[in-house]
Nanobody
Framework: QLQLVESGGGLVQPGGSLRLSCAAS????????IGWFRQAPGKEREGVSC????????NYAGSVKGRFTISRDNAKNTVYLQMNSLKPEDTGVYYC?????????????????????WGKGTLVTVSS
């Protein structure tokens, strides 16, 4: 089955850290830009961070810049999102998505339709 699977979510205190993983099953991520998106309760899903297929280009939402780092290990067919200095407003369901033939800017800030793959999400809760 061709799918993306997120993991690493959980409950963390403000100021803490989590690392999310997005693993591909049934296909190789080598040709796909990968993005992390999140949906907070009662809000629309938003782009958090995106990385090009080679890993040479990245994009971050202003609210996470300097705190989150996206990376990828194509040998492990996995993309990571290291989240530091977490805030309560980072709470939400985090999804990863894959798309070919796109830029990281278009993927993160543009319309979210047309992604080739979506994962089912992992819940991140930042609370004391």
């Amino acid at each position: 089955q061709l799918q993306l699977v997120e993991s690493g979510g959980g409950l963390v205190q403000p100021g803490g850290s989590l690392r999310l993983s997005c693993a591909a099953s049934g296909f190789t991520l080598d040709y796909y830009a990968i993005g992390w998106f999140r949906q907070a309760p009662g809000k629309e899903r938003e782009g958090v961070s995106c990385i090009s297929s080679s890993g040479g280009s990245t994009n971050y939402a202003g609210s996470v810049k300097g705190r989150f780092t996206i990376s990828r290990d194509n040998a492990k067919n996995t993309v990571y999102l290291q989240m530091n200095s977490l805030k309560p407003e980072d709470t939400g369901v985090y999804y990863c998505a894959g798309k070919v033939f796109t830029t990281v800017q278009a993927m993160c800030a543009g319309p979210q339709y047309g992604m080739d793959y979506w994962g089912k999400g992992t819940l991140v809760t930042v609370s004391s």
